[in-house]
């Protein structure tokens, strides 16, 4: 076949005219190349196009000139680089010579001006680009999952394949369903999700482009082990049983793309991969739109955000105006297609995306929200909490394409000392997490791009009276080698702490509080006829009241959670709202020593009976999980046969030796019999014992300071403990060396 008619054979003739389509040859400027001889770079402007005549060209990825994974052929009559000259933006690849091939290149003046008088080379065009666009995803999905595939394999599996669609919440298979096909992931991101004893529905993984899914189930004939559904609209294909493995035995190299899936799938659960989750998360920014106050700008506080962000996170913008900077405007499917494939690669260059939408544009607010894993709203906290959300961020109708889960930011003054009414701004918007940030503070807006990227850092305080000063020793090591905490959960002593490391108090004013509400305010003396307790509790709660005032918990800087034991439902009570000062009350209430308390009803009394370490509270949104027991097992032994009288005892310890008395004639060592602080101790912590040890087993760094010979009580030597916590915590950062994460030290104020 002749160059001309090789030409016109190509789709870009397909239903023109006869004199559009000798114009068209006419523009044609016929040029050869060599073997990997390259016809343009990835990234270079788009001033031509091409349509190969004779010979074949390949498509590989620009950032690896060297690979063989190809992300596409070009074969005689077909097009090359109409793409980005008809729809804007740079190549998306390098495309260089496989053998000698002849092509006729287009310039883009002449081309584009040819385009614009003929509807019919409009459509033509539009055809190709939307196929080629469809089968380029689908194409780098395969090579990324199979590597160096040859031509021939690659084009048997793209025949072999069947496209699928997903919208959000969409399930593509539930778990127990036959496993029939190996799906493999093109756009989009598909969640894991199982049902276990933490409840129905709960996500344990992501998939993105180019991860398979279904193949363990393939392989070995089972059933679906968990059930997936779409976190927001994916795209997919399937490869059914037989053609998978009638393409194993014709080309077993693809057996090992699969392998190494298994492989590495083992090593992540079995805990041998270091290796972080790949999975980018994407939010769409949207002002809170506060009643009777200034709005926020959502560009400056994006990249504010992305500024301080980790230095290994990679982060971008996508707005209107980086849009208008890539692409042409066109409503067309191609220039849609386009447009979410240029998304998709800067998905798969990034950790986390923020897309900006104009609500003055539905169909790019649209795209927006489909796009996006969650939303992010903007509220400036010095406007009136009241306020309706942007137009179209919740609509409970269409779960298919809005995000369903929210995420506030509320700006504050750089000089405020503790958030307000945090609860109303909350009400008027659903929201699952909030963060507070100073104006001006970039330790807030650390915690915030660290808590947003997955990369927070979450600290579990544990209780056991006195003993837990030694959490402050740990908060101020910690401190002092950089190590940011970004989210705090405690239980009785540690929620103390944990509270108040949240209102932002320096550890040497945590312990100055600490001291004023054990010490000098001294809760233990208070005693009363026991029906209910041995204590009043009128001095605990005026300590709790003195302390933590009327805040709520929302209100605190650091996102806080603790426990205490409903033992009018013998369960567990989470509190991550509401009273400050009442939570800590119930956290700290040990049964039958402290009056309990009320809640809606329901009778609280110290968390540590059922969960005595939290870290399983935080452990989802914490990349690095510290941990930090001050409760451990001591052997409560006793050297009596039977608990002696009170009496008898205070009677021993009236007994002294006379000043010259030697040791050989002093009385016997009184008997070993545990006091009852220790008995409580042991008592409220024994329930949550098997907890406290799997909590340790799941933190990164779990601490255990030596404060074991020190009394619940002991408060006197508040300097003391708070020091052996100090110095143990240091000592195991030395032993953790690198594995602990490296941020930039948190500003106590």
Known sequence: ???????????????????????????????????????????????????????????????????????????????????ALLLGGKRSAMVRAIEHTTVARFDSTDFSELVESSLALTAALETIIHERLKRNRITQAVQSLFGGLSIEALHYILEQLEFHQLERNDYLFRAGDPGDSLYLVVSGSLEVVT???????????HLQRGQPIGEMALLAGDARGASIRAGRHSELVSLSRNAFEKLSLQYPDILLGITRVLVNRFRSVSGQSNAAATHCRSYVVLDACNAGGDTINPERMTRAIIE????????????????????????????????????????????????????????????????????????????????????????????????????????????????????????ARTAIAHYHVRDGSAADMARVARLLTGRGVGLALGGGGARGVAHVGVIRALGERGIPVDTVAGTSMGAIVAALYGAGYTTQRMLEQIRAMFVDLNPFNEYTLPRYSLLRGKKAELASLRTFGRHQIEDLWVPFVCTSSNISTQTLAVHRSGS?????????????????????????????????????????????????????????SVSSRRYPSPWTSILKKRRRAPAGRLAADAPPAPERVPGIGTILNASVSAGSRIAATQVREISDLALTPPVGDIGILDFKKC??????????????????GKTTPRYAPRQDR
């Open 1 to 83: 076949m002749s160059h001309d008619a090789t030409l016109r054979s190509s789709g870009l003739f397909r239903d023109i005219d006869a004199s559009t389509a000798e114009r068209l040859t006419q523009q044609a400027d016929l040029f050869q190349l060599e073997p990997n001889e390259v016809l343009f770079q990835q990234d270079d402007e788009a001033t031509f196009m091409c349509v190969v005549l004779e010979g074949s060209l390949e498509a590989v990825d620009g950032s690896r000139p060297e690979t063989t994974d190809r992300l596409g052929v070009i074969k005689p009559g077909e097009p090359v680089g109409e793409i």
């Open 195 to 205: 049902d276990d004893a933490d409840g129905p529905g709960r996500v344990v993984a």
């Open 308 to 427: 301080a962000m980790p230095s290994d996170v990679r982060a971008t913008v996508i707005s209107p105006t980086t849009i208008e900077r890539t692409f042409r405007r066109s409503a067309t499917d191609a220039a849609r297609l386009a447009l979410e494939s240029w998304i998709d690669e800067i998905e798969a260059r990034n950790d986390v995306v923020f897309f900006l939408p104009d609500t003055t544009d539905s169909s790019w607010f649209e795209l927006c929200m489909k796009r996006s894993d969650e939303v992010l709203l903007l509220a400036d906290a010095r406007n009136d909490p009241g306020g309706e959300e942007s137009t179209g961020t919740t609509p409970a109708s269409d779960l298919h394409t809005t995000p369903p889960i929210s995420r506030l930011i509320l700006l504050h003054d750089s000089d405020l000392e503790v958030p307000r009414f945090t609860a109303r701004f909350l009400a």
């Open 580 to 636: 400050l000062s009442k939570a800590i009350l119930a956290t700290t209430a040990i049964p039958g020593i402290t009056v309990p308390v009320i809640y809606d009803g329901e009778i609280h009394v110290d968390g540590g009976v059922m969960n005595n370490l939290p870290g399983d509270l935080i452990r989802n949104e914490s990349a690095y999980l510290i941990s930090c027991d001050v409760s451990l097992l001591d052997y409560v």
């Open 719 to 736: 300097a003391e403990i708070e020091e052996r916590g100090y110095e143990y915590t240091m000592r195991m950062l030395d032993a953790a």
